[in-house]
């Protein structure tokens, strides 16, 4: 059985950096889009960024330019790396791992953003 397992939440201040970590495992990784999305309270899960099987990112135009996503097949682990945060950026963080119709999801990290 698959599974996802994200790492790598906290409190951080406005403008500081955080690295967001999803081991994966029971399953091919490597064919496997990852993707990390993300739900603030009362809001609805939104997409930040996906990394395919070739290495192609993608991103919400919200978060281009500060958060920078990553995948190492040889660990099957992909990453969020963020920089720059804002107070809006506090949400639950969740990766994905997706293949066709089958998906992964893991439980989520916080990510707080505050002075």
């Known amino acids: 059985q698959g599974r996802v397992v994200e790492s790598g939440g906290g409190l951080v201040q406005p403008g500081g950096s955080l690295r967001l970590s999803c081991e994966a495992s029971g399953f091919t990784f490597v064919i496997y889009e990852m993707g990390w999305y993300r739900q603030a309270p009362g809001k609805e899960r939104e997409l930040v960024a996906v990394i395919d099987s070739d290495g192609e990112a993608k991103y919400a135009d919200s978060v281009k330019g500060r958060f920078t996503i990553s995948r190492d097949n040889a660990k099957t682990t992909a990453y969020l790396q963020m920089n720059s945060l804002r107070p809006s950026d506090t949400a639950v963080y969740y990766c994905?791992?997706?293949?066709?119709?089958?998906?992964?999801w893991g439980q989520g990290t916080q990510v707080t953003v505050s002075s």
């Open positions: 994905n791992g997706r293949y066709y119709y089958t998906n992964y």
